[in-house]
């Protein structure tokens, strides 16, 4: 099989938590252990958000900095890429140090101010509702000093127009080719899941450019096998999604990337090893 597939674990977000599933990792083992895990079922990088060892969101430089250095010293190839969200109520200068200071090979970078929220999807009910900021100075401040420090970024686009946005500040010409973006779909404030959508978006992307896809909940499925199929990558985990195709709780992050490495077998393509994504990604350091 040629073209291989890069698939991600995004290891725990900022709403996901072990009373949504036990498999959430809060401490540095849990972290190691789950970050070893899935890169034993094919998965070249995980993403990370750092977590305290009583579940909550940290921005906390030595935090991050230890989650980091548990996955490294139990999974030293491994692909990080560290987020640049962190959670509700960071500050830009809180999002945007911990990148700085830890120095991962590659970093998320979110293209637009939007609604965040979380709401009932049958009955629309509101249960928490938040305003996630990133301006066009967020942006080209994030992603000159990501690009400084050999930090690749990993623009997260909600819908096609935080993609065109990325794309009016990378006039500036501080963005390294290729540039690597993730398609997200389900959150409460960006876009539903929609094959002709994201078709959009890929024929939109610039020259040379990589494209990977994640989802929240059953939408991470079919958004993965049609991003595979379009010669993207895949990005499975605990963030996005606790359960797996057959609605039984996944039992870690892992046994989505076992999923997606069959998946991606079907359309005959072999997930890609670390070396091989540094290279598609163009990562400069490692």
């Known amino acids: 099989m040629s073209n291989p597939v890069i698939i991600c674990a995004a290891l725990t977000g900022a709403a996901t938590f072990k009373q949504n599933n036990p498999s959430v990792p809060y401490t540095l083992e849990e972290f190691a252990v789950e970050a070893e895990k899935c890169s034993h ?26 989650v980091y250095d548990a996955i490294k010293e139990r999974c030293p190839d491994l692909i990080i890429c560290l987020s640049s969200a962190v959670g509700a109520f960071k500050t830009a200068e809180q999002r945007l140090a911990q990148i700085v200071a830890v120095k991962p090979e590659m970093a998320s970078l979110n293209t637009n101010t939007m609604n965040f929220s979380i709401i009932d999807r049958n009955s629309g009910q509101i249960f928490f509702d938040y305003v996630f900021e990133n301006t066009f100075t967020m942006l080209q401040d994030f992603g000159k000093a990501m690009e400084e420090n050999l930090i690749k970024p990993e623009l997260e686009c909600y819908d096609i127009g935080g993609l065109d946005n990325t794309l009016l500040i990378g006039r500036q010409g501080f963005f390294s080719e290729p540039m690597n973006f993730n398609f997200v779909w389900g959150v409460a404030g960006g876009q539903k899941f929609r094959p002709d959508v ?7 992307l610039p020259p040379n450019a990589n494209f990977t896809t994640c989802a929240v909940g059953p939408e991470q499925f079919p958004a993965n096998v049609l991003s595979c199929l379009l010669g993207g990558h895949m990005r499975v985990g605990m963030e996005d999604n606790t359960r797996m195709p057959n609605g039984d709780l996944a039992k870690g992050s892992y046994a989505q990337v076992e999923w997606a490495v069959r998946a991606a077998a079907s359309l005959n393509r072999s997930p890609a090893t670390p070396r091989e994504a540094r290279t598609i990604l163009g990562i400069r350091k490692g």
Do not use: F, L
């Not at 994201?198 to 939109?204: D, E, F, G, V």
């Open 41 to 66: 079922a094919g998965a070249a990088m995980v993403h990370v958000h750092a977590r305290t060892d009583d579940g909550d969101s940290s921005h906390d430089i030595d935090r991050v900095q230890a």
């Open 198 to 204: 994201m078709m959009a978006m890929k024929n939109a």
